[in-house]
């Protein structure tokens, strides 16, 4: 029995397999990417390899065993069809025979259309019969700890979110969930909510960067479709400008506040909070 990670040399599943590597042989853990010099580092150190790719079914023929346990995470091409790529995987899956497969889908309250692809492939993974577990994942800290520049250069947090609240919470910390899914026991046809212990608002997010800073860092609240054109002049597509325009307006909405307690209870300790994730980010 092997526990298998697609999308190993993500930000997300990199987190993963590391974490794996604390609670399991290596020798136990396949990490599936399209790329393996990006994995160089954990084949070193007895980790599997397995190149395979969601645009190209034939690359999964074989490379799951009757027993293993899966953790598919979303592919990030979204122009490319995601439930299709997604239901690659599933088809592969179900044909192997494998124990589980956890998906990292988006929180059951969110409409916006980001959520879209995730619904569709949580349909086709209820649809094949697989032993599944839907890791519901909320937003993350770094979605915006990792972009700093533009609101560090301008003093200014701009959003679309008015004064709604986000229960985000570390990549690390949402690793920790699969890991505890993928190593333990009881998880089969179990649908998690995932998010941070402590919503904040971006008013507070400005606060904490104003304290963290010394600098005076403000919230602007924009309307979606200002957003939309503030993303697009930023380089970013117009169609992606477009859904993140609308997460943010599903977060005035209150669709990214989750206050399940499944991600600390999995994680088997609090979420990082978010004047953690800009500490370190500031420290970069």
Same mark, same amino acid.
């Given at each position: 029995? &092997?526990?298998?990670?697609?999308?190993?040399?993500?930000?997300?599943?990199?987190?993963?397999?590391?974490?794996?590597?604390?609670?399991?042989?290596?020798?136990?853990?396949?990490?599936?990417?399209?790329?393996?010099? +990006?994995?160089?580092?954990? /084949?070193?150190?007895?980790?599997?390899?397995?190149?395979?790719?969601?645009?190209?079914?034939?690359?999964?023929?074989?490379?799951?065993?009757?027993?293993? +346990?899966?953790?598919?995470?979303?592919?990030?091409?979204?122009?490319? #069809?995601?439930?299709?790529?997604? &239901?690659?995987?599933?088809?592969?899956? +179900?044909?192997?025979?494998?124990?589980?497969?956890?998906?990292?889908?988006?929180?059951? $309250? %969110?409409? /916006?259309?980001?959520?879209?692809?995730?619904?569709?492939?949580?349909? /086709?993974?209820? #649809? $094949?019969?697989?032993?599944?577990?839907?890791?519901?994942?909320?937003?993350?800290?770094?979605?915006?700890?990792?972009?700093?520049? !533009?609101?560090?250069?301008?003093?200014?947090?701009?959003?679309?979110?008015?004064?709604?609240?986000?229960?985000?919470? &570390?990549?690390?910390?949402?690793?920790?969930?699969?890991?505890?899914?993928?190593?333990?026991?009881?998880?089969?046809?179990?649908?998690?909510?995932?998010?941070?212990?402590?919503?904040?608002?971006?008013?507070?997010? /400005?606060?904490?960067?104003?304290?963290?800073?010394?600098?005076?860092?403000?919230?602007?609240?924009?309307? !979606?479709?200002?957003?939309?054109?503030?993303?697009?002049?930023?380089?970013? !597509?117009?169609?992606?400008?477009?859904?993140?325009?609308?997460?943010?307006?599903?977060?005035?909405?209150?669709?990214?506040?989750?206050? &399940?307690?499944? %991600?600390?209870?999995?994680?088997?300790?609090?979420?990082? !909070? %978010?004047?953690?994730?800009?500490?370190?980010?500031? +420290?970069?």
């Amino acid at each position: 029995m &092997s526990i298998v990670v697609t999308g190993a040399s993500g930000k997300l599943g990199r987190h993963v397999v590391e974490q794996l590597l604390e609670k399991v042989p290596a020798e136990q853990v396949t990490a599936v990417v399209r790329n393996p010099e +990006k994995v160089a580092g954990l /084949a070193e150190r007895g980790v599997r390899v397995a190149v395979a790719d969601y645009n190209a079914p034939e690359t999964f023929d074989g490379l799951f065993a009757a027993g293993d +346990k899966v953790l598919l995470v979303s592919g990030n091409e979204f122009d490319k #069809g995601r439930v299709r790529q997604h &239901s690659v995987v599933i088809d592969a899956a +179900k044909a192997a025979g494998v124990a589980l497969l956890a998906y990292t889908s988006a929180p059951g $309250s %969110l409409t /916006a259309a980001l959520a879209d692809d995730h619904r569709g492939t949580e349909q /086709a993974l209820l #649809g $094949s019969g697989v032993p599944y577990v839907l890791l519901r994942n909320g937003w993350y800290h770094e979605n915006y700890t990792e972009n700093l520049a !533009p609101v560090l250069e301008h003093d200014a947090v701009v959003a679309a979110a008015g004064e709604g609240r986000v229960s985000s919470a &570390s990549r690390a910390d949402y690793a920790a969930a699969a890991v505890a899914v993928l190593t333990g026991d009881g998880h089969e046809n179990a649908t998690y909510e995932l998010g941070g212990d402590e919503a904040w608002s971006f008013a507070e997010y /400005a606060a904490e960067l104003s304290r963290q800073t010394g600098r005076e860092i403000a919230y602007h609240p924009v309307t !979606p479709e200002a957003l939309t054109g503030i993303l697009a002049g930023a380089g970013v !597509p117009e169609p992606m400008a477009a859904v993140l325009a609308g997460v943010d307006a599903a977060i005035a909405k209150g669709e990214l506040v989750v206050d &399940s307690g499944d %991600l600390s209870r999995l994680a088997g300790r609090p979420t990082t !909070p %978010l004047s953690e994730a800009v500490a370190a980010a500031l +420290k970069d």
